[in-house]
């Protein structure tokens, strides 16, 4: 006889809740801070923001990765760079205007990294196609 279970709803902690929705988890209101957010409520979150959730995702303050991918750099590159803290979209965009050295120097290593990565996926790819033929080779020759 199988026992029947109630279905319990899945949680996280807030921070990991932040992170799927992209945003600061310190600049978040304090009951979403201080909660635990259940699957379903990050669905609604995600499919509904409320409004404090679409104010942080256009303005900020903006975690480390969102602010890396809004300058074009890896969060490495932000550490490099001496940015530590969360910026706001206002800040980003200040960055981005003032473009002193340090990010044209990550911004251009984030370049040659891409070129690296397709390189090497261009090549695993031949590899596997010229080992593909190989076998069918193999195959009908045995």
Same mark, same amino acid.
Not at 49 to 54: A, E, F, I, S, Y
Not at 92 to 119: F, S, T
């Given at each position: ?38 699957? +379903?409520e990050l669905? !609604?979150?995600? #499919?509904?923001? &409320?409004? @404090? %959730? /679409?104010?942080? $995702?256009? =303005? ?5 990765p969102v602010?890396?991918a ?5 969060i ?9 803290e969360?910026?706001?979209? +206002?800040?980003i965009? !200040?960055?981005? #205007?003032?473009n &002193?050295? @340090? %990010? /044209?120097?990550? $911004?251009? =290593? ?19 196609a010229?080992?593909?033929?190989k076998a ?7």
């Amino acid at each position: 006889m199988t026992s029947l279970k109630q279905k319990t709803s899945q949680t996280m902690k807030p921070a990991t809740a932040a992170k799927k929705l992209g945003i600061y988890l310190d600049a978040a209101p304090t009951g979403f801070q201080e909660g635990v957010v259940s699957r +379903e409520e990050l669905n !609604a979150l995600q #499919a509904d923001p &409320p409004q @404090w %959730l /679409q104010e942080l $995702r256009q =303005n900020g303050p903006h975690p480390r990765p969102v602010v890396a991918a809004k300058l074009g750099v890896s969060i490495a590159g932000l550490a490099r760079g001496g940015v530590t803290e969360a910026l706001t979209t +206002e800040q980003i965009e !200040a960055v981005k #205007a003032e473009n &002193p050295l @340090w %990010l /044209q120097h990550e $911004r251009a =290593n984030q370049v040659d990294v891409r070129k690296e990565a397709a390189r090497i996926k261009e090549k695993q790819e031949k590899d596997a196609a010229a080992l593909a033929v190989k076998a069918t080779k193999a195959a009908k020759a045995g």
